[in-house]
């Protein structure tokens, strides 16, 4: 794929309720997207303010129960740090998951929103 779609997408309250610092009920629907989306030779950034041992859990999670990787963890993909010679601190994405977006204009509802 010479231009995959980039996922940035967050943690808590997006790919599992919110219980930080604990680990809530996962959002499948989200998770069965990321997954087929890697498949289809696009790459998925994990972006969240989890660290350490925090962060350490949630990737186990991911890994034991889903067998989901992300492509980075907080970080630029490697193909885009050498396309543009830097890796700033904003993590570039051609779309951005997280339970605190704020939408402007008419956006289409997506196919994994989470019900509660």
Excluded: S
């Excluded at 943690?11 to 087929?36: H, M, S, V, Y």
């Excluded at 186990?60 to 885009?80: Q, R, S, T």
């Amino acid at each position: 794929m010479d231009n995959p779609t980039i996922y940035a997408v967050d943690f808590d309250g997006t790919l599992c309720e919110n219980a930080w610092p604990k680990i809530g009920k996962p959002n499948l629907p989200l998770i069965r997207f990321l997954q087929e989306e890697q498949d289809r030779g696009n790459k998925v950034i994990l972006w969240t303010m989890r660290e350490g041992d925090l962060l350490d859990n949630a990737l186990e999670w991911l890994m034991d129960e889903f067998l989901f990787c992300p492509d980075e963890i907080n970080d630029n993909l490697p193909e885009m740090k050498r396309q543009y010679g830097n890796n700033p601190r904003k993590v570039f994405a051609n779309v951005y998951i997280d339970d605190h977006n704020a939408r402007y204009g008419v956006c289409a509802e997506l196919p994994f929103k989470a019900t509660h």
